[in-house]
T-cell receptor, first 113, second 114 residues
Framework: EAQVTQNPRYLITVTGKKLTVTCSQNMNHEYMSWYRQDPGLGLRQIYYSMNVEVTDKGDVPEGYKVSRKEKRNFPLILESPSPNQTSLYFC????????????FGQGTRLTVV | AQSVTQPDIHITVSEGASLELRCNYSYGATPYLFWYVQSPGQGLQLLLKYFSGDTLVQGIKGFEAEFKRSQSSFNLRKPSVHWSDAAEYFCAVAPMDSSYKLIFGSGTRLLVRP
């Protein structure tokens, strides 16, 4: 079954404690991206990756890092989380560009206290 | 400034009634256009997309959308709503000059009355 898998689904952490949210896709997609969803703001793009070892900033990259060492994985790293990063995070993948259908993970609800 | 606007935060319709969700965009050139649906606790699923050609686009679950260049709009419609359509709907655009970015509107939450 084609899918994008995010882990964990829910996470509560404390300010400053580094964390990683994993994302994996099994469709051999080249393009992957991370979004955060906040009430009234829709989804905002954090980072995206066009292929292995190729990443670029989206609209809200501050406080986040990503890496793309393998085609299937695109982890999101918060080196020093702060309360304003409390949000619902989605990973997505598509065949090669944002113009093709994006497949989304089920989301990670992150709370930073 | 480039933007995607969904003017309705909430819409409530009765089951069986027709539905129209509005989306307006502000870009220099016609971008690629999408509608996604998010069911409670789920990720987003693509309903339909417009790249070029016929301005009336058919999607899944009985949805359609019409692109109107003169109004910079891409409204989503469904002739008869089912209770299972209750969800949040997002309009999104991928600018032609930056097609690695997908920019979302703020969403419209659809409530369906029995």
């Amino acid at each position: 079954e084609a899918q994008v898998t995010q882990n964990p689904r829910y996470l509560i952490t404390v300010t400053g404690k580094k964390l990683t949210v994993t994302c994996s896709q099994n469709m051999n997609h080249e393009y992957m991206s991370w979004y955060r969803q906040d009430p009234g703001l829709g989804l905002r793009q954090i980072y995206y990756s066009m292929n292995v070892e190729v990443t670029d900033k989206g609209d809200v990259p501050e406080g986040y890092k990503v890496s793309r060492k393998e085609k299937r994985n695109f982890p999101l790293i918060l080196e020093s989380p702060s309360p304003n990063q409390t949000s619902l995070y989605f990973c997505a993948s598509s065949f090669n560009r944002a113009t093709t259908e994006a497949f989304f993970g089920q989301g990670t609800r992150l709370t930073v206290v | 400034a480039q933007s995607v606007t969904q003017p309705d935060i909430h819409i409530t319709v009765s089951e069986g009634a027709s539905l129209e969700l509005r989306c307006n965009y502000s870009y220099g050139a016609t971008p690629y256009l999408f509608w996604y649906v998010q069911s409670p606790g789920q990720g987003l699923q693509l309903l339909l997309k417009y790249f070029s050609g016929d301005t009336l686009v058919q999607g899944i679950k009985g949805f359609e959308a019409e692109f109107k260049r003169s109004q910079s709009s891409f409204n989503l419609r469904k002739p008869s709503v089912h209770w299972s359509d209750a969800a949040e709907y997002f309009c999104a655009v991928a600018p032609m000059d930056s097609s690695y970015k997908l920019i979302f509107g703020s969403g419209t939450r659809l409530l369906v009355r029995p």
